[in-house]
């Protein structure tokens, strides 16, 4: 099985389109226009009855001393943990592409309620939802997609990985506000396939990505 991008290539830059937020000469960010990028895939293993869709930062620092800090960056050896961006599953197995901003179209405060998807498809939460807990204007459920948004002053770029993997079940064991450890252990023992595609992004002035 395949997995590619019409928004961007394996191992290149996220476009800021599909970012929550983007470099601004002011504040350091402002929001974007958070659109979920364009998804194909081909190949799919006989017996697929369903998709999962997941997107995972795994740069993400464990620490948050430094973080959106001024005069300072997050240092390079700071051990570092995953940040989920996108869980769906129940995905139909006819499906073979997400069109790009057709899930997503800018950020919505609180998060969005009941995001789109394919037709009989489930979204779990993604880890905004722990970021802005306690925020009076942002705190929420965040479900569906949400891009990146790394700290401004990270030294490290991180790296977004979307993973496609097919089932051998049209329904995953997964209920209510699921996420995507929810969706990795339900999966086990059900995976016909896998295919995943990564992209980069920084938020960080001081790094130019090529």
Known sequence: MKLSSKSFENGGVIPGRCAFAV???RGHVRLSDN???ELSWTGTPTGTKSFVLLCIDPD???KPDDVNKEDREVPLKLPRTTFTHWAMVDIGADVTEIEEGAFSRGVT???KRAPAGPEGSR???NDYTGWFKGDADMGGDYLGYDGPCPPWNDSVVHHY???????DVERCAVEGSFTA???QKAIQGHVLGSASITGRFS????IRLL
Request: glycine fraction near 6%; charge should be positive.
């Open 60 to 62: 993400v620092p464990t």
């Open 161 to 167: 990985r979307f993973e496609l993997h097919a089932l």
């Open 203 to 206: 938020l960080n002035p001081r």
């Open 35 to 37: 659109l979920n990028p």
């Open 23 to 25: 470099k601004a000469p």
């Open 123 to 125: 979204q779990g939460i």
């Open 109 to 111: 405060a609180r998060g």
């Open 181 to 183: 450890a929810d969706v």
